[in-house]
């Protein structure tokens, strides 16, 4: 079984900065890619940011270009999520998720994702 841990969320000022963190436990074979969705109350779940390991692209939000850069480690199963100048409009619960498998994939559609995270609240104050 696949379990995702996120960790870093918190309460920060506008302007300020967090590191999200994501560590895969659970399977011995690499993902195809991962990445963070975020979700305020009353809203469906959007997606920030992407990465695909192999070649290393990756993919944000219009909302997050600039501001967040998307990281992380295929071998050591980790990703993050650097988060800059922050704006109340983005406080949510923020989800670290995986795609396993083989073929092509919407990495900005959450039904591509096979794993989910249990979420870490982030809240940004103005």
């Known amino acids: 079984q696949v379990q995702l841990v996120e960790s870093g969320g918190g309460l920060v000022q506008a302007g300020g900065s967090l590191r999200l963190s994501c560590a895969v436990s659970?399977?011995?074979?690499?993902?195809?890619?991962m990445g963070w969705f975020r979700q305020a109350p009353g809203n469906d779940r959007d997606f920030v940011a992407a990465?695909?390991?192999?070649?290393?692209?990756?993919y944000y939000a219009d909302s997050v270009k600039g501001r967040f850069t998307i990281s992380g480690d295929n071998a050591r199963k980790t990703v993050y999520l650097q988060m800059n100048s922050l704006k109340p409009d983005d406080t949510g619960v923020y989800y670290c998720a995986a795609v396993y498998g083989f073929g092509v994939f919407d990495l900005l559609d959450p039904r591509a994702y096979n794993y989910w995270g249990q979420g870490t609240q982030v809240t940004v104050s103005s």
């Open positions: 659970g399977r011995t074979f690499s993902s195809y890619a």
């Open positions: 990465i695909r390991w192999s070649g290393g692209s990756t």
